[in-house]
Antibody, heavy 117, light 107 residues
């Protein structure tokens, strides 16, 4: 059973950056992609990008191109999502997710990022 | 990108009744669609993917139909634990996109 554990909540100023971690256990970190999905308060889900940990190759949604960087450390089975030039509209819960079937079988618990002046 | 539209935004249903949720894609996604259930304060949970594949532990009262651009999730007899928000997601094209969600509430 795969378990994804994310880092804790963050409060950031507009224009700054945030880096959220996602540590995987109970599965084969290298063999599946890890995606990041965010959910603004009261809103739907938005896919941000993904990484292939074994290849260190990341793909990003156009909406976040240039502002998001997804990386992975295979020695610690941890994926990271860094979002820069934060805006108030980036206030959201950020999830990491993975799975071997189409769709995401496993999700982290979510990390609330609040952008506030 | 493919736009996913879910309707209705809110569905009021009584215990034991059938619930029918719709998801429409702006272009064909074949059968490459997943459905998730999300309860307050929790991460989404994968329910069904593809034409009819239920994820592990998902009861048979959850079923899907449709292909191409029109999809339906049916909950045959609503139980108390089914009141939640349901999201559809296409994985036919990049970027992956989700619908806005349908909240199923107690009538």
């Amino acid at each position: 059973q795969v378990q994804l554990v994310q880092s804790g909540a963050e409060v950031k100023k507009p224009g700054s950056s945030v880096k959220v971690s996602c540590k995987a256990s109970g599965g084969t970190f290298r063999s599946n992609t890890i995606s990041w999905v965010r959910q603004a308060p009261g809103q739907g889900l938005e896919w941000m990008g993904r990484i292939f940990p074994s290849l260190a190759i990341a793909n990003y949604a156009q909406n976040f191109q240039g502002r998001v960087t997804i990386t992975a450390d295979t020695s610690t089975n941890t994926a990271y999502m860094e979002l820069s030039s934060l805006k108030f509209a980036d206030t959201a819960v950020y999830y990491c997710a993975t799975g071997s079937s189409p769709g995401f079988d496993y999700w982290g618990q979510g990390t609330l990022v609040t952008v506030s002046s | 990108e493919i736009v996913m539209t879910q309707s209705p935004a809110t569905l009021s249903v009584s215990l034991g009744e059938r619930a029918t949720l719709s998801c429409r894609a702006s272009q064909s996604v074949s059968n490459n669609l997943a459905w998730y259930q999300q309860k307050p304060g929790q991460a989404p949970r994968l329910l069904i993917y593809g034409a009819s594949s239920r994820a592990t532990g998902v009861p048979a009262r959850f079923s899907v139909s449709g292909s191409g651009t029109e999809f339906t999730l049916t909950i045959s007899s609503l139980q108390s634990e089914d009141f939640a928000v349901y999201h559809c997601q296409q994985y036919n094209n990049w970027p992956l996109t989700f619908g806005g969600g349908t909240k199923v509430e107690i009538k």
